[in-house]
């Protein structure tokens, strides 16, 4: 079942009508050099950046999205690649980061927050995702980057949502984190979810993604599947192919 597509976005100079879809358990990796438009696509489907055309379907049903908060309803997620910025409030805990897209669920009509729900649910989340912190009222600046991450990614599941982008997932984290990102995208997909992940580190891509879309110059110059039916030179010819739009971009 297609989980999320994309039709002709559309977002000048950056994004050149890209069209692609994501299936329910599937991850869809992004290449691309610096500057393809990998991000710029992903904010303009997340609503962070506006679009000057375009369609964004979701579950078979066209979603109109002109900011995050359209696109948190719709049911997609986003992890940018600046999680201490854009990800995190640093200056608070695990528990409250956690917490930050579903705090409708832990407060009542006069904002009184249900402190003891939000803890059970934020300790069950530091559980399953392996989350190193002393316990959930840990400032989260104090936690290692991998760490910070895992607590990105609680907060996109305690919202339920059914697509998640992830932007340069790995960025900053040693590799042992990395291993376990890598898990746990793949038990995300093997639990139903569409994943989209951009990635600058080729091996990475090829490692998680069932195919892989190709930008360059802001368009989507390919489609590959991801594994070793692929190499890094092709993915490069792609990523260097200049005003070719992709044919069949949108299979």
């Known amino acids: 079942e297609t989980a999320l597509e994309v039709r002709a976005i559309t977002r000048k100079p950056d994004l050149k009508e890209i069209s692609f879809s994501v299936k329910?358990?599937?991850?869809?990796?992004?290449?691309?050099?610096?500057?393809?438009?990998?991000?710029?696509?992903a904010r303009a489907i997340f609503g962070a950046d506006p679009r000057d055309g375009g369609?964004?379907?979701?579950?078979?049903?066209?979603?109109?999205?002109?900011?995050?908060?359209?696109?948190?309803?719709?049911?997609?997620g986003y992890l940018s690649e600046d999680r201490k910025q854009f990800g995190l409030a640093l200056g608070i805990d695990v528990r409250g980061n956690i917490a930050l897209t579903s705090l409708d669920r832990f407060s009542d009509r006069f904002l009184r927050v249900n402190e003891a729900g939000l803890a059970k649910?934020?300790?069950?989340?530091?559980?399953?995702?392996?989350?190193?912190?002393?316990?959930?009222?840990?400032?989260?600046?104090?936690l290692s980057g991998g760490n910070q991450q895992k607590v990105v990614i609680a907060k996109w599941l305690l919202r339920d949502c059914d697509i998640l982008i992830f932007d340069e997932p790995t960025r900053g984290i040693d590799v042992g984190a990395k291993a376990e990102i890598y898990r746990l995208l793949q038990s995300l997909a093997e639990?139903?979810?569409a994943i989209i992940v951009i990635s600058s580190?080729?091996?990475?891509?090829?490692?998680?993604?069932?195919?892989?879309?190709?930008?360059?110059?802001?368009?989507?110059?390919?489609?590959?599947?991801?594994?070793?039916?692929?190499s890094q030179h092709e993915i490069m010819r792609l990523a260097t192919q200049r005003d070719h739009a992709a044919e069949g971009a949108s299979a």
Do not use: N, W
């Not at 964004?56 to 948190?72: E, K, L």
């Not at 649910?121 to 104090?142: H, M």
């Not at 091996?203 to 879309?213: G, Q």
């Open 24 to 41: 329910k358990g599937e991850i869809l990796g992004f290449a691309g050099l610096m500057g393809a438009g990998r991000t710029e696509l």
């Open 55 to 76: 369609e964004i379907i979701v579950h078979g049903r066209q979603v109109h999205i002109a900011s995050p908060r359209d696109a948190v309803a719709a049911g997609i």
């Open 201 to 230: 580190e080729l091996p990475e891509v090829l490692r998680l993604s069932h195919r892989i879309a190709v930008m360059c110059e802001g368009r989507l110059t390919g489609i590959l599947p991801g594994g070793p039916a692929t």
């Open 191 to 193: 639990a139903g979810k």
């Open 121 to 142: 649910v934020a300790t069950s989340y530091i559980a399953s995702l392996a989350i190193r912190t002393p316990s959930d009222q840990q400032e989260v600046r104090l």
